[in-house]
């Protein structure tokens, strides 16, 4: 019995490190208007959109995402940094259209968040046996040393990118998190991925 349960808690140790390594942000929908590929935007405001309660998340995506926009050769500024936020995190077009005028932008990129979903994941005890006796200590070791489940959390936002002067889009992506070790990570992942398909379809300019 000793060695069946050691052989049960290795496993469990060993898939809860599977787990943990799959952790990432990863693109799962895009879409780009070919006609605007190879034509790179210059100067971007970045507008982040939550609720009240999440202001300092929204300023701090801003302005993650700004640095890292920046540090990609281009310029950008964040709507905090542009407009004054008023106090229902609500702004109008016509704010918008003149800060834009004010910093020259020439395009706006828009991120929210799309949902987060918990997702229950079974993990039954290992089922590599030989022979008879193999299936034996198999069958009593699923039997008396029973899977173990797990949760695992995903967060989807959605990001756009519009030309400031026709308003139409020019790329839109939406991304997902899994178990994210903190918000400040999962903020630094989602812009590093998106940065990179920006970059992939010539809408940025290089370095």
């Not at 959390?153 to 889009?169: G, H, I, M, P, S």
Request: aromatic letters at 10%.
């Amino acid at each position: 019995m000793r060695q069946i349960t050691i052989r049960w808690f290795v496993y469990a140790v060993l898939s809860g490190v599977f787990i943990i390594a799959c952790a990432g942000t990863k693109l799962t929908h895009t879409w780009v208007d070919k006609s605007r590929r190879g034509k790179p935007v210059s100067d971007i405001m970045v507008i982040g959109v939550t609720y009240k309660e999440k202001e300092k998340v929204r300023r701090s995506f801003e302005d993650r995402f700004v640095a890292q926009l920046r540090a990609a050769g281009v310029e950008a500024i964040s709507s905090g940094d542009a407009i004054s936020i008023p106090s229902n995190l609500m702004l109008e077009k016509d704010e918008i259209l003149r800060a834009v005028n004010k910093f020259n932008n020439d395009a706006v990129i828009i991120t929210h968040v799309v949902g987060k979903e918990e997702k229950e994941v079974y993990t039954p005890p290992s089922r590599r046996y030989r022979g008879f006796y193999g299936h034996y200590g198999r069958a009593y070791s699923y039997t008396h040393s029973p899977g173990y489940s797990s949760t695992n959390t995903f967060f989807r936002l959605a990001t756009n990118l519009y030309d400031v002067k026709t308003e139409k889009l020019i790329w839109s992506g939406k991304s997902e998190t899994l178990n994210p070790d903190s918000t400040k990570q999962m903020i630094d992942d989602v812009i590093k991925v998106v940065i990179k398909d920006l970059q992939k379809n010539n809408l940025l300019p290089q370095k």
